[in-house]
């Protein structure tokens, strides 16, 4: 089975930068849609962006002119570049990957990466 590993998770101060990346190992199809989602303590999963094989992009609006998401054409690798990092954005960070449109998560999913905001 294709394999999605994150990378990039860290500290970071309130109003700094952080960059993750995700990487599919394995054969595999061009994914119609790659996306990140996050989970906080005590709250459930959401999508934080997500952008399709053809470019197309969807944020969630706490994301919306503070984060980006890119990724190539098949699918091997997506980004989250991540700038005004808030106090409420501290999250296990997780790459998704897979045929569903923006208001439902494809089948595969990463094992996720740490994000902290800490002064």
């Known amino acids: 089975q294709v394999q999605l590993v994150e990378s990039g998770g860290g500290l970071a101060q309130p109003g700094g930068s952080l960059s993750l990346s995700c990487v599919a190992s394995g054969p595999h199809l061009t994914f119609y849609k790659m996306a990140w989602y996050r989970q906080a303590p005590g709250k459930q999963r959401e999508l934080v962006a997500g952008?399709?094989?053809?470019?197309?992009?969807k944020y969630r609006d706490f994301a919306k002119g503070r984060f980006t998401i890119s990724r190539d054409g098949a699918g091997n690798a997506v980004w989250l570049q991540m700038t005004s990092l808030k106090p409420e954005d501290p999250a296990v960070y997780y790459c998704?990957?897979?045929?569903?449109?923006?208001?439902?998560?494809?089948?595969?999913w990463g094992q996720g990466t740490q994000v902290t905001v800490s002064s």
């Open positions: 998704n990957a897979g045929d569903t449109a923006f208001s439902s998560p494809g089948r595969i």
């Open positions: 952008i399709t094989n053809a470019g197309i992009t």
